[in-house]
């Protein structure tokens, strides 16, 4: 048995075998991801009201319609078909006028094109729909990462430690950092910056086994990975 074999999104396309099973990765998958989703809606300059009953509405049809199971050759990915489906929704929703919601009936909004829904200035072609979801798909791999890079450091009872050095995986600290956090520890310079490399090391484990959650094979690992780089300024180095 592979890796692939049990990854939540390997389940959710097995679901003629354990539909149950199926169901419970597919709203996992579903809960964790549900910020790319919300980014693309609102980059279509919908109010914020409305971005967030067309999300609810989005994964309400998702899982009860089973697009993952109607889309062989988008199949590789969840983020792909999770994106492409989108797409189609909102474009069906843009299409109607009203939305039925808490019994009665409502007007989806949309802001002036140039306006986000929290009023600040849009540039005209850098801050697209499509670049939003991708980059609110990034950023919820790596925090979850971190976050579980944090659980680990809290189980060996190292929580202090991991928050001073948290701001140090990302960006290279300078030797008075490095020096501070040693003073305050007790440690030696060396110590924390291997320490530093230890961490960066183990958020890139995370990340991937994350991002293989979503994925069928290495090739579509290995492209996920590469895309979450171009995806979002958080490069380990």
């Given at each position: 048995m592979t890796r692939f074999q049990t990854t939540r999104w390997s389940v959710v396309l097995n679901a003629r075998k354990e539909p149950e099973l199926a169901r419970q990765a597919l709203e996992f998958l579903c809960r964790t991801y549900?910020?790319?989703?919300?980014?693309?809606?609102?980059?279509?300059?919908?109010?914020?009201?409305?971005?967030?009953?067309?999300?609810?509405?989005?994964?309400?049809?998702?899982?009860?319609?089973?697009?993952?199971?109607?889309?062989?050759p988008l199949r590789g990915r969840f983020r792909t078909l999770l994106l492409?489906?989108?797409?189609?929704?909102?474009?069906?929703?843009?299409d109607r006028e009203t939305a039925v919601k808490r019994g009665g009936r409502m007007q989806f909004q949309a802001l002036?094109?140039?306006?986000?829904s929290n009023g600040a200035t849009r540039i005209p072609g850098h801050d697209t729909p499509e670049f939003a979801f991708h980059r609110a798909w990034a950023h919820t791999v790596v925090q979850s990462a971190?976050?579980?890079?944090?659980?680990?450091?809290?189980?060996?009872?190292?929580?202090?430690?991991?928050?001073?050095?948290?701001?140090?995986?990302?960006?290279?600290?300078?030797?008075?950092?490095?020096?501070?956090?040693?003073a305050k520890f007790g440690m030696r310079r060396n110590t924390i910056a291997v320490a530093v490399h230890r961490l960066r090391h183990r958020l890139r484990e995370l990340i991937r086994e994350q991002l293989a959650d979503t994925a069928v094979d290495d090739t579509e690992l290995d492209r996920e990975l590469r895309e979450l780089g171009r995806s979002f300024d958080l490069l380990l180095p």
């Open positions: 549900r910020s790319p989703v919300y980014a693309f809606i609102s980059g279509h300059n919908y109010t914020a009201e409305s971005a967030e009953d067309l999300t609810q509405a989005f994964f309400a049809r998702f899982i009860e319609e089973a697009y993952y199971l109607k889309a062989d492409t489906a989108l797409k189609r929704f909102l474009d069906d929703a843009c002036d094109s140039t306006t986000s971190l976050r579980q890079l944090r659980g680990e450091a809290r189980e060996a009872g190292k929580t202090g430690l991991f928050d001073e050095l948290s701001a140090f995986i990302a960006e290279r600290p300078d030797d008075d950092d490095y020096a501070r956090v040693a």
